[in-house]
Structure formats: structure tokens, C-alpha cells
């Protein structure tokens, strides 16, 4: 046996981990374990709980009535815009016709003036 | 020997509690070997004592499976090296410490110097992780090649060569490192 091999036995010999370790390892095992990723899901699978029961309610009547105002403010401002729209055509033919309107008075006024 | 599988057969599964006495006598008769493999193989005394509790721990969740003393040292040198390799794996442990990095003793060595223990745990802690596994079991737990082939689920060849490579390389790391020593 060579020398090397007497101080790989020296090197390697066994060691005592601190004098508390049993005792921790113990207390780790009267703890309680964490629950597993299935006992989680399992617990989301379960027949949903009276809040859970409540919120749906909630949100089953809340969001139709939320739907239904959105929808009739959108209708209000699509109205609003046609309207406005008619009054800018309104607007424009009535400002032309006043500008022929005005043209006309002019040239018969330059008219009488020559004769 | 029939005692103890008694004992442990006794146990029922699902109380595991009631165990806890005997279940501690067993932990404070093995925690040096458990310590030991894991702390000469990662070489990180934080990282050993958790390693051993979670051999331990899982020891504890086996412990209807182990059938007598002989079954139980072997259960927990194969799961600690088994764990220790994986460890090692994982974490990209290997090499913490380079065979370059290993500090030269200040002194010419002798034999049973403590510094030439330390280099050469240290030496260990930095071979791949099958080799140092193979050599901490052997010297250790001064297992046979035979032995060392059951407990890592690898030829008995494989073991011998591991060995014989691992002393080489040792031995020329060491002669490098210490200078004038030759063992």
C-alpha cells in the first residue's frame, strides 16, 4: 500500500457534523410539510366557496349593465357627430349662396352707374 | 440484525411519528459517514450538513423499504452519492476548486501532515465528480472496488479504472504542488 493511499485515508477520514444536527434534522420532520403542487390544485378544484359565489353574481350583473351604458354613449356620440356634420354642409351651402347673392347686387349696382 | 428490521418494519407507514426516537438513534449512529461523503465531496461544510438532512429526511420517508443495518449503511452511501453527483451537476460545483488554485504548504511536508491532508482533500474535492465519488467511498469508507461498483450502479472495471487514474492524477498534482515530496 503506498503512502498516498495511507493519506487519502488521513485526508478522508469521517467527520461529525455540529453536535445539534440530529436534533435539527428531527425538527425538520415534526414539521409540517408544504403542500405539494396537487394539494394546491386540488384546493382551485374544489366546489367554489360562498364569496366565490358572491363575486360571480357581482360580476355577472355588473358587466351587462357596464356593456349596455357603454354601448348607448357610443350611440349619443355617433348621433352627435352626424349632426354636426349636416350643420357644416348647412353652413357651407348657406355661405355660398350669400357670396352669389352678394355678386349679383354688386354687378346690377355697376349696371346702373354706366347708364 | 433481525432486531432492527423488526424494529423498522414495525413502524407503520403513516406513523412515522412514532418513530422519531428510534428514527434519531439512527441518525446520530450515521451522521458521521452521510456528513463525511458529502463534505469531502463538495467540500462546503454549509452545503454538506443540508445535503446530509435531506439524506436524512429522505431516509425517513424509506424507512418501511430498509430491511437490516447492512441495507441501511448501503441505502445511505448510494443516495448520499447519488445526491453529491447530482449536486455537483447542478450547481456546475466542479471546479470550485481547480487543481491550480490549491495553495502550496508553506513547508516541506511530511507524512500525516495536516496541510498535506487539507491539499489533498482539497485535490479530491476538485476531481470529476464520478472519480471523487469512486475515491471518497474507497478511502473513507474503505470500500472494495466490488463494493464502491453497488453503491454507484457502475462495472467494477469502471471503478478500478476511476481509482487508478484519480491516484495518478493525485499523485502528479501533488508532487507539483508540494515540490520535494514524494508518496
Not at chain 2, 62 to 74: G, K, M, N, T, Y
Request: with cysteine; hydrophobic share 45%.
Amino acid at each position: 500500500m503506498s503512502n498516498l493511499e495511507d493519506e487519502l485515508r488521513r485526508a478522508l477520514r469521517r467527520e461529525e457534523p455540529p453536535a445539534d444536527f440530529a436534533d435539527r434534522v428531527l425538527a425538520q420532520l415534526n414539521q409540517p410539510a408544504a403542500p405539494s403542487w396537487w394539494e394546491r390544485f386540488s384546493v382551485l378544484m374544489k366546489p367554489p366557496r360562498l364569496q366565490w359565489v358572491a363575486v360571480t353574481l357581482m360580476v355577472s350583473i355588473l358587466l351587462p349593465t357596464a356593456a349596455l351604458r357603454y354601448r348607448r354613449e357610443q350611440q349619443i356620440r355617433a348621433e352627435g357627430e352626424r349632426a354636426k356634420e349636416q350643420l357644416l354642409i348647412a353652413v357651407h351651402v348657406a355661405g355660398s349662396r350669400l357670396h352669389h347673392a352678394q355678386r349679383k347686387v354688386l354687378e346690377s349696382g355697376r349696371m346702373e352707374t354706366r347708364l | 440484525m433481525g432486531g432492527f428490521a423488526v424494529r423498522v418494519q414495525e413502524v407503520p407507514e403513516r406513523a412515522a411519528q412514532v418513530a422519531l426516537p428510534a428514527f434519531a438513534d439512527i441518525v446520530r449512529e450515521h451522521q458521521g459517514m452521510v456528513y463525511s461523503l458529502a463534505w469531502h465531496f463538495l467540500h462546503d461544510r454549509a452545503l454538506a450538513e443540508e445535503m446530509a438532512q435531506e439524506v436524512f429526511m429522505e431516509l425517513h420517508r424509506h424507512l418501511a423499504d430498509i430491511q437490516s443495518p447492512e441495507h441501511l449503511v448501503f441505502w445511505l452511501r448510494k443516495v448520499a452519492s447519488r445526491r453529491c453527483i447530482d449536486q455537483t451537476r447542478r450547481r456546475a460545483f466542479w471546479p470550485k476548486f481547480g487543481l491550480d488554485e490549491v495553495p502550496e504548504p508553506v513547508a516541506k511536508t511530511r507524512s500525516s501532515d495536516p496541510m498535506l491532508s487539507r491539499t489533498l482533500a482539497k485535490l479530491v474535492a476538485s476531481l470529476p465528480e464520478k472519480a471523487r465519488a469512486v475515491v471518497v467511498l474507497r478511502y473513507q469508507e474503505d470500500l472494495d472496488p466490488s463494493d464502491i461498483a453497488q453503491v454507484l450502479d457502475m462495472p467494477v472495471g469502471t471503478v478500478k479504472s476511476h481509482l487508478q487514474r484519480s491516484l495518478g492524477m493525485l499523485r502528479d498534482k501533488l508532487a507539483r504542488t508540494t515540490g520535494e515530496i514524494a508518496i
